[in-house]
């Protein structure tokens, strides 16, 4: 099993920048992609940002310019540094890790954390 822990959200007014933390344990095997989504009220999940273990990012292309997604292989951390935040940017952002177990790829989830840009 694996757990993640987000942290570092919280309210920001909109220009400001804020970077998101998570920390993963537990059975976590070398190959493995980490990434951020989020979820605003009343629209589905989305991607935000991945990283594989050895570094390679992924953006969808209404993310890229204001959002950098790095990892800490060491410390099983994953980060996101948010700048120029919008209001439109509010959502519960949660950890993803994605591996394969069994010949199967598994996702774990972290109880995601509240960013809140005021405008």
């Known amino acids: 099993q694996v757990q993640l822990v987000e942290s570092g959200g919280g309210l920001v007014q909109a220009g400001e920048s804020l970077r998101l933390s998570c920390a993963a344990s537990?059975?976590?095997?070398?190959?493995?992609?980490m990434a951020w989504y989020r979820q605003a009220p009343g629209k589905q999940r989305e991607l935000v940002a991945g990283?594989?273990?050895?570094?390679?990012?992924n953006y969808p292309s209404s993310m890229k310019g204001r959002f950098t997604i790095s990892r800490d292989n060491d410390k099983n951390a994953l980060y996101l540094q948010m700048n120029s935040l919008k209001p439109e940017d509010t959502a519960v952002y949660y950890c993803?890790?994605?591996?394969?177990?069994?010949?199967?790829?598994?996702?774990?989830w972290g109880q995601g954390t509240q960013v809140t840009v005021s405008s």
């Open positions: 990283i594989t273990n050895v570094g390679h990012t």
């Open positions: 993803n890790l994605q591996q394969r177990v069994d010949d199967h790829d598994v996702n774990y």
């Open positions: 537990g059975r976590i095997f070398a190959i493995n992609i």
